[in-house]
């Protein structure tokens, strides 16, 4: 059976998209700046909202925050963020929720907030958000690359796998497994020789 090495130090497959993903955070579109109040109506929105989510700030003030949102699971969250940011006063809150653009498609959204606070009193909240749908589809990429490159590694039926500099797996195909009858937890970690068994494994063939 023939094996192939792959070198722990070289750059795995999906590693090549990764300055993608750097690069879309750089061309990210403007930030939307906004500010709710204490009944969670909208006080003041940046203008670039309309860039973003293509509502001018004006058909949008007076509202309840919630009428951006999707119905997306992270909306919880996101409520749950409020009330407290509402309820102590005090901190800083970020997290990504689903926004809903004024033609009806999602937009994946990055928040940051904090209460605004006058004379002790807790008035609303403010922060700034920005579209994150170009870093998503990076990361998307990245995943579909990495799960491409497991099927293909572990499709092959020659033996496959990574070791560090002392020798020892930090991944194994398929075929390594069936090879040594241990699981794949098992392997990590060991050398091919620690595990193979005298007459059944031509281990001078794996270091």
């Given amino acids: 059976m023939r094996e192939v090495v792959v070198d722990a130090d070289a750059p795995v497959f999906a590693d090549k998209l990764k300055p993608a993903l750097g690069a879309a955070k750089i061309r990210q579109r403007r930030n939307r ?27 949008l003030i007076g509202r309840p925050y919630d009428v951006l949102l999707t119905g997306d699971i992270t909306d919880e969250r996101v409520h749950s963020l409020t009330e407290v940011a509402l309820d102590r006063g005090d901190g800083f809150s970020t997290y990504t929720v689903l926004t809903r653009h004024k033609d009806g498609r999602a937009v994946p959204m990055e928040v940051v907030e904090s209460p605004v606070v006058v004379d002790g009193v807790v008035k609303g909240i403010q922060g700034f958000a920005r579209d994150i749908t170009e870093r998503r589809r990076a990361e998307e990429a990245i995943q579909a690359s990495e799960a491409s490159y497991r099927s293909l590694f572990n499709s092959v039926s020659e ?35 620690a595990l193979a068994a005298p007459g059944l494994n031509d281990t001078a063939t794996l270091e």
Avoid: C, K
């Avoid at 109506?41 to 004006?58: I, K």
């Fill in 159 to 193: 033996m496959v796998y990574i070791q560090d500099r002392h020798g020892r797996f930090l991944s194994v195909n398929d075929a390594v497994v069936r090879t040594f009858g241990y699981g794949r937890e098992e392997l990590l970690g060991q050398s091919p020789t």
């Fill in 33 to 59: 700046t906004g500010r709710i109040d204490a009944a969670h109506r909208f006080e003041y929105l940046s203008p670039s909202v309309e860039t973003v989510l293509g509502y001018r700030p004006e058909e």
